[in-house]
């Protein structure tokens, strides 16, 4: 058994190992890593979006230092946030007989479990991120399926009463969340923030996302505006979509809105999101930190592969930013890391 002083010795090393340095990218902590212990493997990526995408570069990112580091073979789909387009690829992805696929969740278990089914039939080591997909992550956890993501109602429902606290709004107020109810799953975040703010006693009015602004956000400004011109009372807006998060200003300034005149909140820390913060337009960000969304899953897939490693549960969705701490992070930001 070993020392007080030993343990200490060991909790210093392994901090020493796994912390980076702040502003600069998360490095390999061990040989093995460095030796790329996952070379032979062949892994399926999903990152979500379309290549450039704010959110889902930084994912991409995190798959790519992973990949780096661990030295598998990693091929990245792209498929616009489209559920239907990720179950498709799926299939496709299945036929190139990889030894693991990261998927995003969007579609739902209904629609994604058949799939699923057929690929661990197949041998094929299937794991999760951003979205969870509960009947299969319980199914097949202990063959490697786990996720990676914020716990989607209770990030959203957190969101929405941090709004209500942070921006003093009252009952009656009237707020506007732009989302995506329509997708089972997914719509789980939109739904939380709905019941918060609803919980709250403020007046509440839905928008869908539609397919569009889904995978490019700027489609969607004659919606936004339309809504605001024609709701003048309106004192909040929450974007459940981390890239039309980051086009906020776009939207305000189109709908006649200064800094700050409409408070504005939503999900996910964008490099546009700095900027927006710093000048007023958007209040308040909850972090999911989509890095680890692209990093995790890689390696989840390697330690199933190598050593048989049953499937990790990770919340990556519990921290929140706005003109009080947006400086801490800034860097990071820029650099596709957080």
């Known amino acids: 058994m070993l020392s007080k002083r030993e343990l200490c010795l060991v909790g210093m090393l392994v901090a020493a190992l796994i912390i980076p340095n702040s502003g600069t990218a998360p490095k390999a902590v061990n040989a093995q890593a460095a030796n790329q212990w996952c070379k032979d ?9 379309s290549p450039g995408g704010g959110f889902e570069t930084v994912v991409y990112n995190g798959a790519k230092a992973a990949e780096a580091e661990l030295g598998p073979s990693v091929q990245y789909v792209w498929s616009d946030w489209q559920p239907d387009k990720m179950v498709n690829q799926f299939k496709e992805a299945m036929a190139t ?5 990261a998927v995003m969740g969007h579609p739902g278990d209904d629609a994604f479990k058949p799939v699923i089914d057929e690929a661990q039939k197949a041998g094929i080591i299937v794991t999760s991120a951003n979205t969870t997909l509960d009947k299969v992550e319980a199914q097949y956890k202990s063959n490697g399926f786990g996720y990676v993501g914020a716990e989607l109602y209770s990030a959203g429902h957190a969101l929405g009463i941090e709004a209500v606290k942070r921006l003093k709004l009252n009952k009656g107020d009237r707020a506007m969340v732009w989302g995506l109810l329509s997708q089972p799953t997914r719509g789980l975040r939109t739904k939380g923030v709905v019941d918060a703010l609803k919980e709250s006693g403020l007046e509440v009015d839905y928008l869908e996302i539609d397919a569009a602004t889904n995978s490019d956000p700027t489609a ?3 919606t936004f505006t339309g809504y605001v011109t024609s709701h003048p009372d309106v004192k909040l807006v929450v974007t459940d979509h981390g890239n039309a998060t980051a086009t906020l200003p776009t939207f305000l300034k189109a709908a006649g809105k200064k800094p700050g005149e409409v408070k504005a909140a939503g999900f996910d820390i964008l490099t546009a999101d700095i900027p927006a913060i710093k000048d007023g337009w958007i209040q308040l960000v909850i972090d999911q930190q989509e ?3 692209g990093y995790l899953p890689i390696l989840q897939i390697c330690l199933t592969k190598k050593f048989g490693f049953s499937g990790l549960h990770v919340d990556t969705g519990a921290g929140f930013l706005d003109a009080s701490n947006v400086d801490m992070v800034a860097n990071l930001v820029k650099q596709g890391i957080r």
């Open 220 to 222: 969607g400004t004659p």
């Open 41 to 49: 493997v062949k892994i399926v990526s999903f990152p979500g979006g």
């Open 291 to 293: 890095w680890l969304q």
């Open 97 to 101: 007989k990889p030894d693991g696929i």
